[in-house]
Structures are given as structure tokens and as C-alpha cells.
């Protein structure tokens, strides 16, 4: 679990962007980012090694949340779209009898989609998690195509970066964990949590009102762009929730289960949340709220296990166990096949 803390830690990463950073700089960094990963399991990083602004990524998001919901339609997931043949990448809508987790998404893998392995039993019928992107018609969004597609690759770049410095840390070799990434099923997802009416409540009998419900992250590392919304908020360890607002030109990064788990413990994947915005609160635009994760993970075929040795995991068992809790990947019965984005389909995202 989490230790007590009363705001993020800010971790700055200027030093990756030397061309050749000195061993001290880059053991230093080792140390601190094992420091926070065992204390809060969260911390804003500073001074990314990052091509893209914050007003470009979050630009990109805007973009495609713009665009007609048809479009946006043409590629979503098939448990929302029957006809549609996509299921693990592609758009989510809004669920509107899911007021705790009010968004709507859309997720991508790496630009080359990792190789497929053979699907079987009752899997085959269900998903595929090596498919390949899906894409709204190339005239309404081929510029952010091909950047969305380089923002995947800068993140899981700068991930595995980080990946090799937990893995000194770890008393590890800066490679140890090379395999893992062979043919990654890393996420990256636009998020919008649409605004709530003025007149909706800020809190609930149960708490304030929340538009992503508590969780963690399932995945190795988690690297978040914020917009300057803010809402998102981290457990500590005397069960209270500490705000993570957005620090400029920051992004926030966790440890997800899995790291969690590779990590024998020593480092903790916290829970987290985020808060609705009500009325004039959220973006300027009045479009609400906007974020970014990237989900960095291995690959399907990964056997994944803790530094003190003990039981091995393969990574897409793991998914997969995952999903089948998750609704949105539940069979679709034959009568919802065609009621589209309406079918009232739970959806669990986080
Ligand atoms: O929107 C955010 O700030 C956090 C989103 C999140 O935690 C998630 O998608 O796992
Ligand atoms: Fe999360």
C-alpha cells in the first residue's frame, strides 16, 4: 500500500534528453524513481524527453472527440457497433447508466500491429488483442493518424526508459526486462469525460461525484497527460484522497498491478480517481474534461514474474482473465448484436 503523502512527488527527467548522460545522473534517477515507486506509486515527471506539447496532445484529443458521432461509430469496438469487427482498439461511447464513469474513449496499439498468435477455444471466438488499429475515414483524421501513431511510439520509447532504470534499481541488469516488451500491447487511449450539468450535484450520500471510479492499473507503468481540468485524485495510505492537479508541462506517471507484482511488492500501484467537473469547471472550451494514458505493457505471449522468482504469469492469460470481468468484453448476445451504441452494455474501463 501507498505511505502517507500529502501531494505527488515531481521526478525531472531533463537528464534523458543529454546525449550521453553521465552513469551517476542516470543511477541517481534510478534511485529516486524506485524511491517514489515505493512510497507514493505516483509522481508528475518534468521535462519529458517528449516531441509533442501538451497543447498538441490534447489538441489531438479534441479533434477526434469533435468529430460526428457516425464517424466516430465507424470504429467502435463491436460490443458497442455489431457490425463492426474491431474489439480491442477503436472508440467507446459514453454509457449514460454509468454516471460514476461518464467518458467516452478511443484506443490504439503500436503502429505495427504485434504479430498474432493463434487463437484458441473459446477465445477465437471472442478477441483478438494483437489486432490491428482502426481509424475514422483518413479524410476526417489522417494528420492525426500519423501523429497519435509517433505519440505511441515517444511513450513506450521514454517507458522502457524507465523500464531499464526500475530494473537497476531492482538490482537488475538495465535489460533485464528486454523479453518483455517483444510485440507490447501497449495502450494509448484519448479519454473525454464530457461536463456534467451546473445544476448536477458535486456530491453524493457515498462521496463526490466521480466521473472515473477507483482503481488501479493493470499494466507495468501508467504515463498520463492531464489537461488543466484537474479531478484526478491518489489514495495515500491513511485512506485519503490527495488531489493530483495538473503541474505544468508535467505528465503523471504509476505503477500499475503488474509492475506491482515484477517488483516483489517494492513497488505499489495506488489507487486512483477522478472527480466530474460541474458547470463552468473543466476545459474553456466547455468541452469538460480531456486525458491522455498511455498504458505501457508487455507483450501477449510475456511470462511475466516477480524479481524474487515464485509464479509465472503469461501476460495475455492475465489480460484476458482481466477482460472477462470487464462487460464491455462480455459475449454480445444475438438480440444486442445490432442495437449499437445504445445496448446499454456496462462499461468498465478503467
Ligand atoms: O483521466 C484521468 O486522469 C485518469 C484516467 C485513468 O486513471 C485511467 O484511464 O486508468
Ligand atoms: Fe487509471
Avoid at 542516470?26 to 515507486?37: I, T
Avoid at 505516483?42 to 479533434?63: E, I, K, R
Avoid at 479519454?191 to 453524493?204: C, G, K
Wanted: proline share 6%.
Amino acid at each position: 500500500m501507498a505511505t502517507t503523502f500529502s501531494s505527488l512527488p515531481i521526478v525531472d527527467l531533463s537528464i534523458l534528453s543529454e546525449p550521453s548522460p553521465p552513469s551517476h545522473s542516470l543511477q541517481d534517477l534510478s534511485r529516486k524513481l524506485s524511491d517514489v515507486f515505493s512510497t507514493t506509486g505516483f509522481a508528475y515527471l518534468t521535462n519529458t524527453p517528449l516531441g509533442f506539447s501538451h497543447n498538441q496532445v490534447f489538441a489531438l484529443a479534441s479533434d477526434f472527440f469533435r468529430l460526428d458521432r457516425a464517424e466516430k461509430l465507424s470504429v467502435a469496438k463491436r460490443t458497442f457497433v455489431g457490425g463492426n469487427t474491431n474489439d480491442y482498439r477503436g472508440y467507446f461511447p459514453t454509457q449514460p447508466d454509468q454516471l460514476d464513469n461518464l467518458k467516452e474513449g478511443f484506443e490504439i496499439g503500436s503502429v505495427q500491429a504485434p504479430r498474432q498468435r493463434a487463437l484458441v477455444g473459446r477465445h477465437q471466438q471472442q478477441f483478438n488483442l494483437t489486432e490491428p488499429n482502426v481509424w475514422p475515414d483518413e479524410y476526417a483524421f489522417s494528420a492525426g493518424k500519423e501523429q497519435l501513431e509517433t505519440l505511441h511510439q515517444e511513450l513506450q520509447l521514454l517507458s522502457t526508459t524507465l523500464l531499464s532504470l526500475l530494473a537497476v534499481a531492482l538490482g537488475k541488469s538495465q535489460d533485464y526486462f528486454a523479453s518483455y516488451l517483444t510485440d507490447s500491447l501497449s495502450t494509448l487511449r484519448l479519454l473525454h469525460y464530457p461536463p456534467q450539468p451546473a445544476t448536477s450535484q458535486t456530491t453524493t450520500a457515498t462521496g463526490p461525484k466521480l466521473c472515473c471510479t477507483p482503481h488501479t492499473d493493470s499494466g507495468l507503468l501508467t504515463l498520463l497527460h492531464q489537461d488543466p481540468s484537474g479531478g484526478l485524485e491518489v489514495l495515500n495510505a491513511e485512506g485519503q484522497w490527495v488531489a493530483a492537479p495538473y503541474v505544468p508541462g508535467s505528465i503523471v506517471v504509476n505503477i500499475g498491478d503488474l509492475m506491482a507484482h515484477v517488483s516483489g511488492g517494492r513497488f505499489v500501484a495506488t489507487m486512483h480517481r477522478v472527480r466530474a467537473s460541474t458547470g463552468s469547471c473543466g476545459r474553456a472550451d466547455g468541452m469538460g474534461r480531456f486525458s491522455v494514458p498511455f498504458f505501457f505493457e508487455p507483450g501477449e505471449e510475456c511470462v511475466v514474474r516477480s524479481v524474487d522468482g515464485g509464479e509465472r504469469v503469461v501476460y495475455g492469460e492475465y489480460v484476458r482473465r482481466k477482460m472477462d470481468t470487464w462487460v464491455e468484453y462480455q459475449d454480445v448476445p444475438e438480440s444486442r448484436a445490432d442495437a449499437g451504441a445504445h445496448s446499454g452494455v456496462v462499461l468498465e474501463v478503467c
